[in-house]
């Protein structure tokens, strides 16, 4: 996945998508940007100049997909956290998810949400749960998974029409949903693909590559600042002051 | 051999037994049963399995009319997309639009009349109390003005015509709409011309270069494919150049190729000084200067108000204004836009600045919008407003589709004193300030068949139908059927004026179709006929208006009546404004236009993610905030007017110091703003850290 900055207009449409795609409960009373569930976010981050020359990008955060050393699959003790070899896709499996919040904590990008409260809809709102997706309840970690219900729905497709899965045959919500397209998704490893080309452009980065998670999710941004700074830093919102 | 067991070996078998149970799988297969037994307890909901089917439909929430393509479980939606190839929206819904078929469960939803008392006591009521209550008003009515509004929250729709037989069947009613974003401009841009002219969109699709004076085109529901114009680079249609002017860095100032941050309330200058530069650098096109009737009276006009100091107070350089002159004087598809909320000076300073730059009638400027076939024409309509003050019995309004919000204040104004009802269609029965004594329950999207006629960035019209795809709650209204509940007579329903307005599109021959099943745009005429037509529609497709011919440009003056002393009045104060300690700018929230139809999981963009400013907050630059020792989060007192309000403190650094940014919506701001006139002073009291008080002064933004 390849995210352009600079197309990023913050509006928060990928945020809503993801959450109707993937079940994920409106916020109980008492809820922070702490202790929310928001398996993709959008954060404004500023290129630390000054008034007048300031200017934001708004960074779309969601689990970086990493490939090396995943952080949380090696801390988890339940092996709820699993990496798909064929996809590379780190998937999260609520019900082997005793709560130890492990995961959480060696999570260099905050991406991973705990269930505080368990799940409740305003009556009636339960009809409109996606069907390819389970609920979690209370006491469980949980995170994107690159919308793992539209992967299992487009290898059925495949396996159904007997032939390989093919790398257009799905998208995540949040791709489909973004109105300037600055997401885009693919096949990193096929040459040929858009989001390869996108990913192989000199503006291109990841955040926090010092850490070497190998993370899936590339950023691009014309702005050199930009990318200095999100390389280096990690970016900060109020869930990662408190986490630390 | 001693084969008695001693303690120690008691005690290592125990401890061995132990150690040999931990090693095994046993402890482990305890846990993960364990775990899944408990995460499928019976109270947690469970999604509803049933066959998937997709559907495709029309978005009604704003008038954009989005291209929806819906999946449906067991007959019920689960989730929505926009369409791809969609004329109006090319595949792109905005947040609010991609939580439409969450708006029937609403916590807020109303599913019976309802009568409130105080305010916030809500009580089941009787419809037929209701309809009594307006009869009352229709039979008592003797004086020659109307006693009933019946007021349009979306003019132009199907259930509009309705509403407007309604007025012509009972004396006593009048028709009237709520508050129109371009109705404003649209009444001023008439002044300039001496023949009729229709009203104009800004094609920003064909556009190269966008000077906006704070127009928020990338910001919030309704903008999605306009976000997507400005900013979705292909090699078709390279990225047009934006320049937005406004004080505060906005989402659309945040994308824009140059910001620049204006001293606000100063806009009309700098707009009135890049129609100067223009003139006096000879970049007037001769065809513009052919068509006005009084070019030199501008120039000496202009000449006459004295810019330059009035310039030096928006904070932007000569060079600056000159560079935007020439831009729009070099470039053929250029259009300047202001905010929709722009006071009026500065409307008209930006409608001069088009006129002098000679954006109308020309693509990627100011194109003129054909009217629907068959649909009512309501741009005469009077608004509230207008109506005599205290001479109102009963004000009947149609929310059932969302739209602009009627200020509080001039609901007591217009109806009679202790005995005036307001009677709300809404679906919702949010808390808000406007005093609604009774609810009649509204259909949601998706519930009932209706109608959106939309507006595309190239500025072509459209109209597309939003189709049932979830059963309707037995005891909600649409227009017709609360009309005919009112009247007791029998109202044409939705279809059948829709079907009427589609015969006479059909009669017209203009325009195309899109369908969504090929997808392509055909023209009308390659139908058999209406019912083709009718049948594409409810497919989810839509009709647009073909592509217009550029037209010439009319006669015109630059300076209609009024004009130049109302600008000169205002350039004057500005010249003469001393500068306040904060200037206080009130922005709209802008996925909150109508806070009823804000669905629950918006909390992701707001409660739980910080994304956009909650209503009732005021943010300022981080230096602005050390300087007058407030804190993030401090609670503080708003005071404007006499009128103190609640509001928490942000510290924000895309607001520029010096200025204090509210959020409007339906919090304790837009109470304010419902009592504010023009520039007021006021102050912020922060009473959590130390106390203190910043000074501020209301520029409406």
Not at chain 1, 219 to 237: G, I, M, P
Not at chain 2, 519 to 539: E, Y
């Amino acid at each position: 996945m390849v995210i352009d900055l600079d197309r990023c207009t913050g509006c928060g449409a990928c945020v809503i998508a993801c959450a109707v795609e993937n079940n994920v409960p409106p916020a109980h009373e008492g809820t922070t940007p702490r202790t929310g569930l928001t398996w993709m976010r959008v954060v404004r981050v500023d290129d630390g100049r000054s008034f007048p020359d300031t200017r934001s990008v708004f960074v779309p955060l969601m689990c970086q997909q990493c490939d090396h050393h995943t952080p949380c699959v090696s801390v988890c003790p339940q092996n709820a956290v699993e990496y798909d070899e064929e996809t590379g896709i780190v998937t999260q499996v609520p019900v082997r998810c005793l709560g130890c919040r492990y995961c959480m904590t060696a999570c260099p990008y905050h991406a991973r949400y705990f269930n505080w409260w368990d799940p409740e809809w305003p009556a009636g709102m339960e009809q409109t749960l996606n069907p390819d997706v389970s609920t979690r309840m209370r006491g469980v970690a949980e995170k994107c998974n690159f919308c793992h219900g539209r992967l299992q729905a487009a290898r059925a497709k495949a396996a159904a029409g007997s032939r390989p899965l093919a790398p257009d045959d799905y998208q995540p919500a949040c791709v489909e949903a973004c109105p300037t397209e600055a997401i885009v998704f693919g096949d990193l490893n096929d040459p040929r693909s858009t989001v390869s080309a996108a990913a192989s452009s000199p503006d291109t980065f990841r955040l926090l590559e010092h850490l070497g998670t190998g993370p899936k999710v590339r950023y691009r941004s014309r702005s050199a600042a930009v990318r200095e700074s999100l390389t280096r830093n990690s970016v900060s919102s109020e869930k990662e002051q408190v986490h630390g | 051999m001693n084969s008695s067991i001693s303690r120690r070996d008691l005690l290592r078998f125990a401890g061995g037994g132990v150690l040999g149970l931990l090693l095994s799988p046993l402890p482990w297969k305890v846990l993960d049963d364990s775990a899944i037994w408990t995460q499928n307890w019976p109270w947690i909901p469970e999604p509803s399995r049933g066959p998937i089917t997709w559907s495709a439909s029309t978005c009604s929430l704003c008038g954009a009319g989005c291209g929806v393509r819906v999946r449906s479980s067991n007959g019920h939606p689960v989730s929505l997309a926009g369409q791809a190839g969609h004329p109006m929206s090319a595949g792109t819904l905005c947040a609010t639009g991609l939580l439409a078929h969450h708006l029937a469960c609403h916590p807020s939803r109303v599913l019976q009349p309802i009568r409130i008392t105080n305010g916030t006591e809500r009580t089941a009521a009787d419809m037929a109390t209701i309809v009594a209550a307006i009869h009352a008003a229709h039979s008592a009515s003797t004086s020659a003005s109307p006693a009933i509004a019946v007021i349009d929250s979306r003019p132009g729709r199907a259930a509009s015509r309705l509403l407007m037989e309604l007025a012509h069947q009972w004396p006593s009613a009048a028709y009237g709409v709520a508050p129109q974003a371009g109705r404003a401009r649209t009444d001023l841009i008439r002044k300039h011309f001496r023949t009729a002219v229709p009203e104009f969109a800004a094609d920003i699709q064909h556009a190269r270069l966008i000077v906006s004076f704070g127009a928020p085109l990338v910001d919030g529901w309704g903008t999605a494919a306009t976000a997507r114009t400005l900013l979705a680079e292909t090699s078709a249609h390279p990225r047009p150049r934006l320049i937005q002017i406004e004080p505060v860095r906005s989402r659309t100032a945040n994308v824009a190729e140059t910001w620049i941050p204006v001293t606000p309330g100063t806009e009309h200058v700098c707009a009135l000084a890049i129609a100067q530069a223009i003139i006096e650098g000879r970049r007037m096109k001769s065809a513009v200067r052919a068509r006005a009737e009084d070019a030199a009276a501008l120039a000496a006009f202009l000449h006459d108000l004295d810019l330059p100091p009035a310039v030096r107070r928006c904070g932007i350089s000569d060079a600056r204004i000159l560079e935007i002159a020439r831009s729009l004087s070099d470039e053929p598809a250029s259009v300047v836009v202001a905010s929709p909320a722009a006071p009026e000076e500065v409307q008209s300073a930006v409608l001069l600045l088009n006129l002098v730059a000679g954006t109308f009638f020309r693509e990627g400027g100011l194109r003129p919008l054909p009217e629907i076939p068959g649909a009512a024409r309501t741009t005469d309509a009077r608004t509230l407003e207008d109506f005599d003050d205290h001479s109102l019995s009963v004000i009947i309004l149609d929310e059932s589709a969302a739209g602009a919000d009627i200020p509080a204040a001039v609901f007591g104004q217009k109806l009679k004193p202790g005995s005036g009802i307001v009677v709300s269609l809404s679906p919702f029965a949010a808390p808000r300030p406007v005093p609604i004594q009774y609810v009649i329950p509204a259909a949601v999207w998706g519930e009932r068949l209706t109608d959106v006629a939309g507006t595309s960035p190239a500025g072509e019209i459209s109209v597309g139908l939003a189709m049932p795809v979830m059963p309707a709650r037995p005891d909600t209204f649409d227009t017709a059927a609360f009309l005919g509940a009112v009247t007791g007579t029998s109202q044409p329903s939705t279809e059948e004026i829709l079907r009427q307005r589609i015969a006479a599109i059909w009669s017209g021959r203009r325009g195309m179709v899109y369908d969504p099943s090929s997808p392509t745009l055909r023209p009308v005429h390659a139908f058999g006929g209406t019912d083709a037509l009718w049948s594409v529609l409810q497919s989810g497709g839509c009709w647009i208006d073909g592509p217009r011919p550029a037209g010439s440009m009319p006669a015109f003056r630059f300076l209609p009546a009024g004009l130049a002393e109302h600008l000169t009045k205002r350039v004057a104060a500005t010249k003469a404004a001393t500068a306040p300690a904060l200037a206080l700018v009130i922005t709209s929230d802008p996925l909150r236009r109508d806070q009823a139809f804000d669905a629950t999981l918006m909390s992701k963009v707001r409660d739980e993610s910080g994304l956009y400013l909650p209503c009732g907050s005021v943010a300022i630059h981080p230096t602005t905030a050390e300087a007058h020792n407030v804190g993030v989060g401090d609670d503080a007192t708003l005071s404007i007017n006499g009128t103190t309000l609640p509001v928490h403190i942000a510290c924000d650094s895309s607001v520029p110091p010096g200025l204090v940014s509210a959020m409007d919506g339906d919090g304790p701001v837009a109470l304010a703003q419902s009592k504010i006139s023009d520039r007021s002073v006021g102050s912020v009291a922060s009473a959590t850290s130390a106390p203190s008080v910043i000074p501020v002064t209301l520029w409406k933004a």
